[in-house]
Every structure is written in structure tokens, then in C-alpha cells.
């Protein structure tokens, strides 16, 4: 079955504590992307990536890392958690260039930062 | 500016009845694409339907229409014949130029009444 998973689906943390949400897809798609989705804001992307160790900030990137050393995975990292990255975040892939192809979401992760 | 604009932050009908979404969009590229996505109480991201800006007839998914009117920038979400399970907030999304990157509008929040 095509999917995007994610881990964990729920977390809470505490304030600089690091933390890492893995995100793996079976569809062998190129573009990879982070999105955290606040009440009122709608879905906003933190970082992309086109290929493997291609990646590059969206337009949240502050207090997030990225890495992606295979096609199939592409985890954030955050390497100092603060409150206000409480959030719904969403990893989601699709091809590159195929038009209407649409990006796939991961089932999201939530995470609040105590 | 607002690339996705939704202006309606909730809406109600009533089952079996149609009900229209609103979503206009801003952009100077020609090429484009219009998405979209369902996100009911459980959190995961449902794509809908898509629209290219090239496309000469509106998309219809089942259900789902796209009423695309491109001298308005507006691609709005007709559902016919709603059901209590449509009930969930609904997103507009854009990419543009050949990017995969989504622009999301904040979102609409659907009720369906029995």
C-alpha cells in the first residue's frame, strides 16, 4: 500500500529536550516536505526537500533541522524544542514535475512542548 | 498578501443538500495548481480534488466539483448531496511554476445537520 508514515503520532516533551519525528514513504518520490498546521494559520511548510541531501527552508524553518541521506526518509529534528512548536505537523512526498500529481500526507504527528 | 484566501471560517447545511466552499487565489504565474483536502476530527489530510490552470473543464470527484472561474482567481468546492461524514474542515491549497510546494488558506470548518 503507497503511504507516508510518520513516528510518533503523539508526543510531549519538555523545553530543550531534542527530539526527532521520522517520516518514511514507499512510493519512491523525490519531493519531500514538513508542514505544522496551527489553529487559524492553515498548513504552513518548514523545510523541502527535491532529492537526496537536496533540502532547503520553506517559510518556518526557525528551530527545525532536516536531513535526507535516503530517498525514502526524511525526519526533522528538533534540536532545542520550545513551547511555541507545539503543533500538528505533517510530512508529505509526491513525484516531481507529473502536474497534477498530488503530495501525498503522512497521518501527522502532534506534539506539545511543556 | 494572502496567496489562499478562504473567507468562510465555518458553514452549515443541511444533509442531503449542496453546499459551496469558497476559496480565491493569488498569483502572476500562468502555471498553476489548485487543491483540495479534507481534514476531519482524526487529524489526517484528504486530497479531494485538483485543478490545473490550464485545464479547460471544471474537475468533478465523485461529489466533489471545482468551480474555477480563472478571470476571478476563485476555485471554489461544491459537494452535492452532503452526508454527516463530510462533515471536517476543509483546506485550499495552490502550488505554483512548476513548484510542489502548497500554499494553504486557513480552512473551512463544514457542519452537516441530520
Known amino acids: 500500500e503507497a503511504q507516508v508514515t510518520q513516528n510518533p503520532r503523539y508526543l510531549i516533551t519538555v523545553t530543550g529536550k531534542k527530539l526527532t519525528v521520522t517520516c518514511s514513504q514507499n512510493?519512491?518520490?523525490?519531493?519531500m516536505s514538513w508542514y505544522r498546521q496551527d489553529p487559524g494559520l492553515g498548513l504552513r511548510q518548514i523545510y523541502y526537500?527535491?532529492?537526496?541531501?537536496?533540502?532547503d527552508k520553506g517559510d518556518v524553518p526557525e528551530g527545525y533541522k532536516v536531513s535526507r541521506k535516503e530517498k525514502r526518509n526524511f525526519p526533522l529534528i528538533l534540536e532545542s524544542p520550545s513551547p511555541n512548536q507545539t503543533s500538528l505537523y505533517f510530512c508529505?512526498?509526491?513525484?516531481?514535475?507529473?502536474?497534477?500529481?498530488?503530495?501525498?500526507f503522512g497521518p501527522g504527528t502532534r506534539l506539545t512542548v511543556l | 498578501a494572502q496567496k489562499i484566501t478562504q473567507t468562510q471560517p465555518g458553514m452549515f447545511v443541511q444533509e442531503k443538500e449542496a453546499v459551496t466552499l469558497d476559496c480565491t487565489y493569488d498569483?502572476?504565474?500562468?502555471?498553476?495548481?489548485l487543491f483540495w483536502y479534507k481534514q476531519p476530527s482524526s487529524g489526517e489530510m484528504i486530497f479531494l480534488i485538483y485543478?490545473?490552470?490550464?485545464?479547460?473543464q471544471n474537475a468533478t470527484e465523485g461529489r466533489y466539483s471545482l468551480n474555477f472561474q480563472k478571470a476571478r482567481k476563485s476555485a471554489n468546492l461544491v459537494i452535492s448531496a452532503s452526508q454527516l461524514g463530510d462533515s471536517a474542515m476543509y483546506f485550499c491549497?495552490?502550488?505554483?511554476?512548476?513548484?510542489?510546494?502548497?500554499?494553504f488558506g486557513k480552512g473551512t470548518k463544514l457542519t452537516v445537520n441530520p
Open positions: 508529505a512526498s509526491s513525484l516531481i514535475g507529473k502536474g497534477r500529481d498530488t503530495q501525498y
Open positions: 526537500s527535491m532529492n537526496v541531501e537536496a533540502t
Open positions: 491549497a495552490m502550488n505554483e511554476g512548476g513548484s510542489e510546494k502548497l500554499v
Open positions: 498569483t502572476s504565474d500562468p502555471s498553476y495548481g
Open positions: 512510493m519512491n518520490h523525490e519531493y
Open positions: 485543478q490545473g490552470s490550464y485545464d479547460q
